[in-house]
């Protein structure tokens, strides 16, 4: 099957860039390999119109607003492999649904494949993650304001969360599940703004049956309750397709991109989460319609020789 554009993911910023493309007349293929990275979360916040929605409906919407334009084609598709051909790439994958392997021809791919959050392995994080463990203010500290949360992690990082969670609350404990790592200098700040720090290791966290977070449990039993806990988890990219293409990476583990969103791979764009920079879905979809631009464009330019 040729294509002009094949897209790998169907989250804000492949949807997104579907729907660009489609309006543009190019014969798109949209491989949706699976569920968003949000997808534990029973909301999209901050997303201009729709704050609150639940993740699937937004995606729902995504695709039936792609119905009109029959030059985009979706299939439940995981990517597996993709490989420079001729001018344009050959990408081998396998239906999600029935195993059927497909091989695709495109002139340009774009990679909107997000990132995978890898969250402590003791009991609870991941039972919780998304209601009652979160991992950004900005999305769901409106929601747990003025109420009693924690901020989990180390150093640096746990010292600039837990006084960025501090504005949407003045309970705000520490919780470094062991040695911190903070300096005097972090620990002054911290005290400034009257949270506290326990260094204790923790066991598990306790949640209620809708996955709200009642309590932390510290290894020598002791309990705190808290509504939320906030923290910074790594990432790691969802797929490898980038890497497989040698494409150059940012030394945080993103895909590197130009002001084009191409990456160091002629041809092969990249968009959203998988990228460097801010991660929201709003900002995932605006960039998913500017690759579509830029790659229409580089399109174009090949058709339309000087
Ligand atoms: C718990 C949680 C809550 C969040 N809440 C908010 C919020 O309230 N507001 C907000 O703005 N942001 C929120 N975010 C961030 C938001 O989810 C991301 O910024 C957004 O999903 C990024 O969109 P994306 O399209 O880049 O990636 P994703 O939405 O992760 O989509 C990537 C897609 O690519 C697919 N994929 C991966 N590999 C392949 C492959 N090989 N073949 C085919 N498909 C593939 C995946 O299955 C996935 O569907 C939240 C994140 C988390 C973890």
């Not at 910023?13 to 579907?18: E, Q, V």
């Not at 990132?115 to 203010?137: M, N, Q, S, T």
């Not at 949270?195 to 309590?215: K, T, Y």
């Not at 998913?288 to 399109?299: F, H, M, P, R, V």
């Amino acid at each position: 099957m040729q294509y002009d554009v094949l897209i790998v993911g169907a989250g804000s910023a492949g949807l997104s860039a579907a729907l660009t493309l489609g309006r543009c007349l190019r014969r798109v293929l949209l491989a949706d390999g699976g569920p968003p990275r949000n997808e534990s979360s029973p909301g999209v916040h901050g997303f201009l119109t729709r704050d609150g929605i639940r993740p699937a409906e937004l995606l729902r919407l995504g695709h039936e607003q792609l119905r009109p334009y029959d030059s985009v084609e979706v299939q439940c598709l995981e990517i597996k492999r993709i490989t420079r051909e001729g001018r344009g790439f050959r990408a081998t994958g396998v239906g999600t649904a029935d195993d059927a392997p497909h091989t695709i021809w495109a002139r340009r791919v774009l990679l909107a494949t997000g990132v995978a959050d890898i969250l402590p392995p003791l009991p609870g994080f991941r039972e919780l993650w998304g209601r009652g463990v979160l991992h950004c203010p900005y999305c769901h500290g409106w929601e747990v304001r003025g109420q009693p949360l924690a901020v989990y992690g180390q150093g640096r990082t746990v010292t600039g969360l837990a006084l960025l969670v501090s504005r949407w609350s003045a309970d705000v404990v520490v919780l470094t599940d062991g040695a911190g790592h903070l300096t005097p200098n972090a620990r002054r700040r911290l005290r400034r703004h009257k949270i506290q720090i326990r260094e204790e290791r923790i066991s598990r966290l306790v949640g209620s049956a809708a996955n709200d977070l009642q309590h932390v449990e510290f290894a020598d039993g002791s309990r705190l309750a808290r509504v939320a806990l906030f923290l910074h988890a790594p990432q790691h990219q969802r797929s490898a397709l980038a890497e497989m293409l040698e494409a150059r990476h940012t030394s945080k583990g993103a895909v590197w991109v130009n002001s084009e969103l191409e990456t160091s791979i002629r041809g092969l764009y990249a968009a959203g989460d998988t990228t460097p920079g801010t991660q929201q879905a709003l900002l995932a979809a605006a960039a998913g319609n500017k690759a579509a631009i830029c790659i229409n464009e580089s399109l174009t330019r090949e058709e339309c020789p000087r």
